[in-house]
């Protein structure tokens, strides 16, 4: 299921980009900037800035939807069984469905509609949520577009099974590997999944010889200190093959999302963080030999 395409991306890969966002994550980083990605099915945005209060929508789905006296609706999500039939009902889209499923020939008529604004280095990356938690229609695209020498990356925290990760490898040009943390305790309290798996399936891919970019999330209150970051910076040091290493600087442009998808933003620290902070583990990812940059 998708629930975005991003046409000429300069991010997540050289050259301009198609970027195609899968929903579905096994992660629930508190943090995470595209809450909508979590959910494997359909979610449902509401944004009462726009609402009228035509109840158009509350017609459709009376007994999950209704109207306020004073303004706005009431939304039972859980009592929704077809949030696809929402998706035309709301005129001001103060009502939205985000997610969609398409069919691998549709996603590559997509994508083929971008290959004269990709040049020599351009391409495809695949995001989410995450790519590689998919079914086997990922493996199918991924297939197509290699067979049409388009160039495709992968933007992934690991949480998968191995299986997941190794049915993809001679396919991805690159894999844009997001390393929160180091440390078990940590990443367990904040994203609830198990370091392990991640740094297990880092050094697999690095030893089976696939082309990685470490991408390094910083994250105040979580991993935004010179002892942690260099901590991780010299765990990658240690896997053959590993390159090179991007800081990724937290926001907050996704946190007025959580609202209108009826959920709470946990994260205690909404203090964006600025490049010039991550300059110095840049240097020091540098000292070690990585090529290192801020942003993706």
Same mark, same amino acid.
């Given at each position: 299921?998708?629930?975005?395409?991003?046409?000429?991306?300069?991010?997540?890969?050289?050259?301009?980009?198609?970027?195609?966002?899968?929903?579905?994550?096994?992660?629930?980083?508190?943090?995470?900037?595209?809450?909508?990605?979590?959910?494997?099915?359909?979610?449902?945005?509401?944004?009462?800035?726009?609402?009228?209060?035509?109840?158009?929508?509350?017609? !459709?789905?009376?007994?999950?939807?209704?109207?306020?006296?004073?303004?706005?609706?009431?939304?039972?999500?859980?009592?929704?069984?077809?949030?696809?039939?929402?998706?035309?009902?709301? !005129?001001?889209?103060?009502?939205?469905?985000?997610?969609?499923?398409?069919?691998?020939?549709?996603?590559?008529?997509?994508? /083929?509609?971008?290959?004269?604004?990709?040049?020599?280095?351009?391409?495809?990356?695949?995001?989410?949520?995450?790519?590689? !938690?998919?079914?086997?229609?990922?493996?199918?695209?991924?297939?197509?577009?290699?067979?049409?020498?388009?160039?495709?990356?992968?933007?992934? &925290?690991?949480?998968?099974?191995?299986? /997941?990760?190794?049915?993809?490898?001679?396919?991805?040009?690159?894999?844009?590997?997001?390393?929160?943390?180091?440390?078990?305790?940590?990443?367990? /309290?904040?994203?609830?999944?198990? &370091?392990?798996?991640?740094?297990?399936?880092?050094?697999?891919? !690095?030893?089976?010889?696939?082309?990685?970019?470490?991408?390094?999330?910083?994250?105040?209150?979580?991993?935004?200190?010179?002892?942690?970051?260099? /901590?991780?910076?010299?765990?990658?040091?240690?896997?053959?093959?590993?390159?090179?290493?991007?800081?990724?600087?937290?926001?907050?442009?996704?946190?007025?999302?959580?609202?209108?998808?009826?959920?709470?933003?946990?994260?205690?620290?909404?203090?964006?963080?600025?490049?010039?902070?991550?300059?110095?583990?840049?240097?020091?990812?540098?000292?070690?030999?990585?090529?290192?940059?801020?942003?993706?």
């Amino acid at each position: 299921m998708i629930f975005n395409i991003q046409r000429y991306s300069t991010h997540d890969g050289d050259g301009i980009r198609t970027l195609i966002f899968f929903k579905g994550c096994p992660l629930r980083c508190q943090w995470c900037s595209n809450p909508e990605s979590q959910s494997f099915g359909h979610s449902i945005l509401y944004d009462s800035k726009l609402c009228k209060n035509f109840g158009d929508c509350a017609l !459709a789905e009376p007994s999950a939807i209704s109207t306020n006296p004073g303004g706005g609706i009431e939304i039972k999500r859980n009592l929704i069984a077809e949030p696809e039939k929402l998706k035309e009902v709301c !005129a001001t889209r103060a009502l939205t469905i985000s997610g969609e499923t398409k069919s691998v020939d549709v996603l590559m008529a997509e994508v /083929q509609k971008d290959l004269p604004f990709y040049r020599e280095d351009g391409g495809v990356t695949l995001s989410g949520g995450e790519p590689l !938690a998919q079914g086997k229609e990922l493996v199918l695209l991924l297939q197509q577009l290699k067979k049409q020498g388009t160039n495709t990356n992968i933007e992934t &925290s690991l949480h998968v099974k191995w299986e /997941q990760v190794e049915r993809c490898i001679g396919l991805v040009n690159t894999f844009l590997v997001d390393l929160k943390h180091t440390d078990p305790r940590k990443f367990k /309290q904040f994203t609830h999944g198990t &370091s392990g798996l991640v740094l297990d399936n880092l050094e697999k891919l !690095a030893y089976f010889g696939a082309h990685v970019v470490v991408r390094i999330p910083v994250i105040p209150g979580f991993n935004h200190t010179e002892r942690e970051i260099m /901590q991780m910076v010299d765990y990658v040091s240690t896997i053959k093959g590993l390159k090179e290493i991007h800081f990724l600087p937290y926001h907050t442009y996704g946190v007025e999302k959580y609202k209108m998808l009826g959920m709470d933003y946990i994260f205690n620290n909404n203090t964006q963080v600025l490049e010039e902070e991550l300059l110095p583990y840049v240097q020091y990812a540098q000292s070690q030999g990585f090529k290192a940059k801020i942003g993706g």
